[in-house]
């Protein structure tokens, strides 16, 4: 087994960790919010880590569309978790009975939807 294999199943086995560390956090949290967050963070080096072990195990051409592939969930998970995250908040989805700490002061659920443009 040559040094590049050995890299991509270490790539392998850290994306299907985070991968499993997602579902399990889908599962374990209470609310939407934190399950959000969750699910991108770890779902997105998973994803990415998936993605990365084809360098080592699959040929040059799998390889390149696959960090094509890694790098679009990299740059467009975020946002599409900020954007669920906001409209939920905007549609009152209540946060979980534990959570102690509101960070969006300009948008209080009781205030109505500001308009924007």
Same mark, same amino acid.
């Given at each position: 087994?040559?040094?590049?294999?050995?890299?991509?199943?270490?790539?392998?086995?850290? @994306?299907? #960790?985070?991968?499993?560390? !997602?579902? +399990? =956090?889908?599962?374990?949290?209470?609310?939407?919010?934190? %399950?959000? *967050?969750?699910?991108?963070?770890?779902?997105?080096?998973?994803?990415?880590?998936?993605?990365?072990?084809?360098?080592?195990?699959?040929?040059?051409?799998?390889?390149?569309?696959?960090?094509?592939? @890694?790098? #679009?969930?990299?740059?467009? !998970?975020? +946002? =599409?978790?900020?954007?669920?995250?906001?409209?939920?908040? %905007?549609? *009152?989805?209540?946060?979980?009975?534990?959570?102690?700490?509101?960070?969006?002061?300009?948008?209080?659920?009781?205030?109505?939807?500001?308009?924007?443009?």
């Amino acid at each position: 087994m040559s040094f590049i294999e050995i890299v991509g199943v270490l790539f392998l086995v850290l @994306g299907i #960790f985070f991968t499993a560390v !997602a579902a +399990i =956090g889908l599962i374990r949290m209470p609310d939407v919010y934190n %399950r959000l *967050h969750a699910s991108s963070k770890a779902l997105t080096f998973g994803a990415f880590g998936i993605l990365l072990s084809t360098i080592g195990l699959g040929d040059p051409e799998l390889s390149i569309r696959s960090i094509m592939t @890694g790098l #679009f969930v990299l740059l467009t !998970a975020p +946002i =599409g978790t900020t954007v669920i995250a906001r409209t939920a908040y %905007r549609r *009152h989805v209540p946060l979980a009975p534990q959570s102690i700490l509101d960070e969006m002061p300009d948008l209080k659920p009781d205030s109505p939807v500001p308009d924007e443009e």
